[in-house]
Structures are given as structure tokens and as C-alpha cells.
């Protein structure tokens, strides 16, 4: 399944692997090589990988990309094409890719038929995320600009501060708070 949202904003390529039991330690090998091979990519900007619970076997990873354009150089890549044929036989089935933009991929739950719940919902979670944020990553900084003044001049500060909550949010805390609220995020 493959869809492609219009927004081109960064996009992040969420796949899906459901892995033979006996295939495991090959596949977490594998998983190492493509990580490093794609981070090569121009406009690569992480990858998140969400591993099975104890006798499980779906991985779910997600590839981010600063554009559309970019996530499409290195999904249809030579390079990929190769490794996924080379860990083909280790999967139990076809490998599932989707296409997100922006924050809709915190709120996408894997292998949901619903795209998106509520945009209340949305908001709330978001506001709660970054509100403390707001409050804690200056404070955080206040030394830094002490320390070195041409750092906390407007603009230059806000950009520090900005870039701060921006990464925390994707990258550390919104991942696992959406995991936590999951059942009620996803109720209608």
C-alpha cells in the first residue's frame, strides 16, 4: 500500500515488515545496514524504529525526509532495492510502505484504517506536548545565552529555542505520549 500526501513539508516513509520467526537476528543485522545506508541520503533526517514485543514479529519503521522528492531518491533507489531483495526471504510477506507528511504521522496508527482521529483530540495531546516545552526548554538554554550573549539576541534565541521543542516533540516525546493515549486518541 502506498499512499502520498500532498503536503511536502518533510515526509516520512513508514514501512512495515513482518519478519519469520527463525529470521530475526538476520533481520536486526539488515535493519543496521539500511539504517546507516540511508542516512547517506541527501535530506535524511532520522529513523525511528519501533521493534515487536517479546515473540513478536512486525517491525515498523519510519524514515524521515526534509521533501517528497528526497524520500523518493532513496526509496527508489538502486541501493534499497538491493538490500530489500537480499532480506526478501526473511520476511514473511510483501514489506508495506505509507507516505506521511507532517505531524498526521503521530497520529497514524499502524495498520488503521481510520487516517486520522479527531482533530480536538489532535490539538490537545499537541498542546499539552508542547506547552510545557515552552516553559522548560528556555529556562533550559538561559545558561547557554549567559554564557554566550550573541546566542540569546532576538531572533537568533528564538531559532535555539524553536529548533529545540521541534526536535522533542518529534522526535522524543509526541512518539511515546501518543503511544500512552493511544486507546483514547483512536476512539470515536
Not at 512486525?58 to 534499497?80: C, G, K, L, P, T
Not at 497514524?108 to 482533530?119: D, F, I, L, Q
Amino acid at each position: 500500500m502506498t499512499e502520498i500526501s500532498p503536503d511536502c513539508n518533510g515526509v516520512t516513509i513508514r514501512i512495515q515488515h513482518r519478519v519469520r520467526p527463525e529470521a530475526l537476528a538476520n533481520y536486526e543485522t539488515w535493519l543496521r545496514r539500511i539504517i546507516e545506508v540511508a542516512a547517506r541520503y541527501c535530506g535524511h533526517q532520522g529513523v525511528h524504529v519501533l521493534r515487536p514485543p517479546d515473540g513478536g514479529c512486525d517491525y515498523e519503521i519510519a524514515v524521515r525526509f526534509a521533501s517528497e522528492e528526497q524520500a523518493d531518491q532513496w526509496r527508489h533507489s538502486d541501493e534499497r532495492r538491493r538490500l530489500i531483495d537480499e532480506i526478501d526471504p526473511a520476511l514473511q510477506n510483501k514489506e508495506t510502505i505509507e507516505i506521511v507528511s507532517g505531524i498526521d504521522y503521530w497520529f497514524t496508527p499502524p495498520g488503521s484504517t481510520a487516517k486520522h482521529p479527531v482533530r480536538w483530540k489532535q490539538w490537545l495531546v499537541t498542546t499539552s506536548v508542547i506547552w510545557p516545552l515552552t516553559m522548560l526548554v528556555p529556562f533550559l538554554w538561559d545558561p547557554v545565552f549567559q554564557l554566550l550573549p550573541f546566542l540569546g539576541v532576538w531572533g537568533v534565541r528564538n531559532g535555539f529555542i524553536s529548533a529545540t521543542i521541534v526536535a522533542l516533540v518529534v522526535y522524543v516525546v509526541m512518539p511515546r505520549v501518543v503511544r500512552i493515549v493511544a486507546s483514547w486518541m483512536f476512539r470515536h
